[in-house]
């Protein structure tokens, strides 16, 4: 069974099959559902939004036959149509769902394969229309909530009294959120092309000058004189977000004429050589690669090298550049239903590179389009989201075959669709200018003097619309000035970014070696105390030379790990687990939208089991994660279309249910997860309600503590999680009448700074609260050894810090093959790797091993 999303977007009364309904336009739509699969399921999941508008759940037809009828659709409207298929008569297929109206056939709403004969099953459906208004507001909201933050401004006097009624002037002078477009080799020494460019764009890509057949145009001439003064221009302009397109790319006939002819042998060595040369050039200077363009539609190199060619040159490129993130970069997966192009096949190819072991990857769709269909943008768009990959509409246009105010009417609609999608990181356009007459690609922003073109001018709107303007106002009688604004860096009313005075400064090194004797130093006072044992006879006398022998069983300072409901019935798992941890945290398996997947259909059987394994081997350490969470993608999905009375009866139930069941435990609760990066409660349920979920779980069990869990604000220096803001937050919790709470730092690293960890400890330490590393992990993307070698360097710093009460590293394993979040300690047969031999290391380090000795003169020993 697989879930397709078919989408339409009409303006005829549409005819397919049998009668189902009859639709009536109606202004209270519900939220748009995000949800998507990219799994095949053995059943089907439950339609969206309760099947819209088609009510039947279950229709049988032979390919290429009618299914549905639906009469009165209206023009003006957005139809959403998802369903789950199944297919018999073949192992698997692509389905392609065509419309029909009286007089229209609409050809792209899905996906099909062959001709073969096979049977389909449509269970689940959904069609569900938006007016144009709704589905702006849908938009508008999701940019409210992911493209934008409130702002908190403390204002004092020099002696740090807070200043009431002081008048407040901001205003952002960069944004956040990468908005880009090509460039042409034509932008060098030409300033109005250059002040044009700067003066709206944050991000860049070469159109074509970093392609093969520019820069070795014959074979072993290499030249990146272009590329290298492309790149010099943008760092001039402290643009940094750049594209490299692309390394590779697939079509016949873009391939180096001189390359076409090579032997298997030959082009082999060229293409490594090609790979090597580029990368090694431009390490650490593009943000991403498009490694091989367009794989789904064309397949040169495979057709020549062999089936998992375009795998090696992920590998290869990963090895050569390993913080630039790998990009597969398609067409018409985002524009049309092109067959070689689905999403679907997108997915598999994406995977395979993946089970391939290419760990950095991200998802380019390079949207250009004639007509812009925003539900079937949006539907791909929640699909591939779900593979939580970074996905970028890296070469978006609009056909020049068009008038120009309807180009600019379509460029509105895909930049829209993009900018207010939760899952998309980024957008380049693809409109390079070539000053010397040959224009865009296919479509321009400017003419050749650089004034605007209608699709200038709506770039142009749309930069403001989401840059935060001037902001004025006071601070209230606390000194305190809110204001929400769109990510990025602001200015005060002086013109100026905000300054920070430094006083009483200090730097101070250290040899790595006198690093770790104050560690080890810190370890031996903090973690180790001095045991004195007085042997005496059945009469009390000292014994003079007893010989003692001693041994440690069990530690007291709690170092665990993440569990998978995959340890359930698993011997291996569990004794691999339990003969290392003293402490544990279920990975999901407590989430809200895993104990409560439907509304109200709670179940615990899972978390039920999991609790019972660790107290029958003796583990009571372990932490309730987590309650709540702020983030918009993990809350339940029928929970995000509730009305705000509906959704917060839900939430007091899901913290009474999941409290009430479980009090005394779980010795910490996790109560509403990321709350500074986060904030869909506090805009749902107001600025107070996360104040108040920590007081009802505060008094529904008193004994366990009470967390705030946050990122960021231990791997690195993140505005939105600062330790500042999470020192705030939690005063504002503690003043709010929370009395019981404890600093949760989930230390998800790529390259843990030794330094930051400290100091960051060192801040939160004054608090007097327990901290704990909550969820330890080093990024995937590095090789093994490295890998482990930065585990230490975190494990070393967590257990010497004094503040520091517990660690917990997020190395849940899934044995049926989905591996861990980002850092395993053992394969599948439970044999360590390399950060599992680190944590055996440590554990026996960190562990007092057999003492010996005899009794001095006053049996003591």
């Not at 309600?689 to 604000?713: I, Y």
Request: with cysteine; glycine share 6%.
């Amino acid at each position: 069974m697989k879930n397709f999303v078919f989408i339409l977007l009409l303006g005829l009364s549409l005819h397919v099959g049998p009668s189902i309904s009859t639709f009536t336009s109606s202004d209270d739509a519900p939220l748009y559902d995000y949800s998507a699969s990219t799994e095949c399921k053995s059943t089907p999941e439950d339609a969206l939004y309760n099947g819209g508008i088609i009510k039947n759940q279950a229709l049988e037809t032979p390919i290429n036959s009618t299914a549905f009828v639906l009469n009165n659709l209206t023009g003006d409207t957005i139809y959403s149509f998802s369903g789950w298929i199944k297919i018999t008569g073949a192992a698997s297929s692509l389905i392609k769902a065509t419309l029909t109206t009286d007089n229209v056939i609409f050809n792209c709403t899905g996906t099909n394969s062959d001709g073969q004969q096979i049977n389909v099953s449509i269970s689940s459906a959904s069609l569900q229309p938006f007016t144009n208004e709704q589905w702006n507001n849908i938009q508008q909201n999701t940019i409210n909530t992911e493209r934008k933050r409130t702002a908190t401004l403390h204002v004092s006097d020099v002696n740090g009294n807070s200043l009431h009624g002081a008048k407040v002037v901001v205003e952002q002078v960069s944004r956040d959120f990468p908005l880009g477009s090509a460039i042409s080799e034509g932008i060098l020494g030409n300033l109005p092309y250059q002040k044009w460019f700067v003066d709206r764009f944050n991000a860049a890509v070469f159109e074509n000058e970093l392609k093969w057949n520019s820069t070795e145009p014959q074979r072993g001439q290499i030249n990146y004189t272009i590329p290298d003064q492309m790149l010099q221009f943008l760092h001039s302009k402290n643009i940094h977000t750049i594209r490299g397109h692309n390394i590779l790319w697939e079509p016949h006939n873009v391939i180096p004429a001189w390359a076409k002819n090579l032997t298997t042998s030959e082009l082999n060595i060229s293409v490594r050589s090609r790979i090597h040369s580029l990368l090694n050039r431009y390490k650490n200077q593009f943000v991403h690669w498009d490694v091989d363009n367009e794989m789904l539609p064309w397949d040169f190199f495979k057709q020549r090298l062999g089936p998992n060619a375009s795998l090696e040159f992920f590998r290869i490129a990963q090895r050569l550049d390993p913080l630039a993130t790998m990009f597969m970069n398609e067409f018409n997966v985002l524009e049309n239903c092109n067959l070689d192009c689905a999403v679907d096949n997108y997915v598999e190819r994406l995977k395979g590179l993946r089970e391939g072991g290419v760990t950095m990857a991200g998802i380019g769709l390079q949207a250009h389009f004639f007509v812009p269909n925003p539900a079937l943008i949006r539907g791909v768009l929640d699909k591939l989201a779900t593979l939580k990959l970074p996905i970028w509409l890296t070469e978006l246009d609009i056909s020049k075959k068009l008038d120009p105010q309807t180009q600019a009417k379509y460029l509105e609609v895909a930049l829209r669709e993009g900018f207010s999608h939760p899952s998309v990181d980024g957008i380049m356009m693809w409109t390079a200018l070539h000053p010397n007459g040959d224009g865009c690609y296919r479509m321009c922003l400017t003419d050749y003097n650089f004034k605007n073109l209608p699709t200038g001018d709506v770039v142009d709107s749309l930069l403001k619309e989401w840059q935060t303007g001037v902001v004025e106002g006071e601070t209230d009688d606390h000194g305190v000035f809110n204001f929400s604004g769109f990510l990025g860096e602001y200015k005060n009313s002086d013109g100026q970014r905000i300054n920070v005075s430094i006083s009483s400064a200090s730097l101070q090194p250290f040899t790595n070696e006198q690093w770790k004797n104050i560690q080890q130093n810190t370890i031996n006072t903090e973690r180790k105390w001095a045991a004195t044992l007085h042997v005496s006879d059945v009469d009390g006398k000292s014994i003079h030379g007893a010989k003692v022998v001693v041994e440690q069983v069990s530690r007291d300072f709690p170092l665990g790990s993440a569990i998978s409901e995959g340890i359930l019935g698993n011997l291996p798992y569990q004794k691999w687990f339990v003969d290392r941890f003293n402490a544990a945290v279920f990975e999901n398996e407590l989430k809200w939208n895993s104990t409560e997947p439907q509304r109200g259909q709670v179940n615990y059987t899972i978390p039920d089991q999991m609790l019972q394994f660790l107290h029958s081997k003796n583990i009571h350490t372990i932490r309730g994660h987590n309650i709540l969470w702020e983030s918009h993608n993990v809350i339940p999905a029928w929970a995000k279309n509730l009305t705000t009375s509906e959704l917060n009866i839900s939430v007091r139930s899901r913290i009474h249910s999941l409290l009430n069941r479980y009090k005394n435990q779980f010795v910490h609760w996790d109560v509403d997860n990321e709350m500074l990066p986060w904030d869909f409660f506090k805009q749902r349920l107001g600025p107070n309600a996360s104040l108040e979920f920590f007081r009802t779980a505060q008094r529904l069990d008193p004994l366990a503590t009470m967390f705030m869990n946050e990122f960021n604000v231990l791997e690195n220096c993140n505005l939105d999680c600062a330790v500042d803001n999470y020192v705030e937050r939690l005063k504002g919790l503690r003043e709010g009448g929370v009395t019981m709470a404890g600093i949760g730092l989930q230390a998800h690293f790529f390259v843990p700074n030794p330094a930051l960890i400290r100091g960051v400890l060192d801040k939160l330490a004054t608090l007097k609260l327990p901290i704990w590393l909550t969820e330890l992990d080093i990024s995937k993307k590095l090789d093994p050894q490295t890998h482990a070698k930065y585990l230490e360097v975190a494990l070393r710093e967590g257990f010497s810090h004094p503040s520091v009460d517990g660690i917990m590293m997020w190395t849940a394993l899934h044995p049926n093959g989905d591996g861990c979040y980002r850092m395993c300690l053992t394969d599948y047969n439970f044999k360590n790797l390399p950060t599992g031999d680190i944590v055996d290391s440590l554990i026996k380090e960190w562990q007092t091993g057999v003492v010996e000795g005899e009794t001095d003169d006053h049996g003591v020993f």
